[in-house]
């Protein structure tokens, strides 16, 4: 089956990702998961060099094909003490085993095509990351998310493959998907975490900065308070989820990344921001 990226899908794709929220009892486990990525991002960043892809993507693929294992080939989760032995077979063709990591996986990006993928905006990232495990959902089961996007949110509540070929309607994935960990890492990095090398995604726009200085004696609605939920921050944290490139995670504490955010819409800090005094 081939899916090409459609101005559908890729409405699609980005309705999901907006809509996608972490289910409360998995948030620790997809912070976790993120804190390793982010942890490991520099050797996300040498895998992808040269290559214009987002360090965002071969770090939530590698969860996804290796559980974080740096001591396997991205391929297929062979050894990375002699050349693949499963399909794709002999990868890396060039170099002497043993391979690091990021020669490796540098091998299976190219080996994939992707270095001649030039569209990473969210909807063409999200393509990607589906085209990576196949469109088996998609064709087979269009009732059912694919579970390599979404487990781990409210879009997804069972049903997977459980072998090549045999379905389960009832068997529930216990992955993060890779569109969750990618939203949340959005979240955590401020919205940097797929840009590439070449710049940011090509959804990325430029948002006039406005005046944030109020008319008037009434001072602003939402302040600086990462520690006290306000329903006004939460608001705010909707209103700026609504732009391009704004990840944030909608929980009514109006902290860093809230300030941040603001900042790029606005073009003014959270008042009593301490990293921003007025």
């Not at 085993?97 to 299976?108: C, I, L, N, V």
């Not at 997804?156 to 379905?167: F, I, L, N, Q, T």
């Not at 948002?207 to 004696?217: D, L």
């Not at 790029?264 to 990293?275: M, S």
Request: net charge negative.
């Amino acid at each position: 089956m081939t899916v090409k990226l459609s101005e559908a899908l890729a409405a699609e794709y980005r309705r999901l990702f907006d809509e996608c929220r972490i289910r409360p009892e998995r948030q620790a486990a997809v912070d976790a998961t993120v804190d390793k990525l982010i942890a490991n991002r520099g050797r996300y960043e040498a895998a992808v060099e040269g290559l214009g892809i987002p360090w965002a993507f071969v770090a939530v693929i590698h969860n996804m094909e290796s559980s974080l294992n740096f001591s396997r080939h991205l391929h297929n989760g062979d050894s990375l003490k002699r050349r693949t032995v499963r399909v794709p077979k002999g990868r890396p063709s060039e170099g002497s085993p043993p391979f690091t990591w990021e020669e490796s996986a540098h091998d299976a990006l190219t080996f994939k095509g992707l270095d001649d993928w030039h569209d990473w905006s969210l909807a063409g990232t999200l393509y990607q990351i589906e085209r990576y495990n196949g469109w088996g959902y998609r064709k087979y089961h269009p009732d059912v998310l694919s579970p390599y996007l979404w487990s781990g949110s409210q879009l997804y509540s069972a049903g997977k493959y459980v072998a090549d070929g045999r379905w389960s309607d009832s068997a529930v994935s216990q992955q993060l998907g890779a569109a969750v960990l990618l939203r949340r890492l959005e979240e955590r990095e401020a919205g940097s975490a797929m840009a590439t090398a070449a710049g940011a995604g090509a959804e990325a726009e430029a948002v006039p900065a406005v005046a944030a200085k109020p008319k008037g004696p009434a001072g602003p609605l939402v302040v600086w308070g990462p520690e006290a939920y306000d329903d006004k921050a939460l608001l705010l944290q909707q209103g700026l989820n609504r732009f391009p490139g704004v990840f944030l995670r909608e929980d009514g504490l109006a902290g860093r990344h809230t300030s941040d955010a603001a900042f790029r819409v606005l073009g003014a800090y959270l008042q009593g921001d301490p990293d921003h005094p007025a």
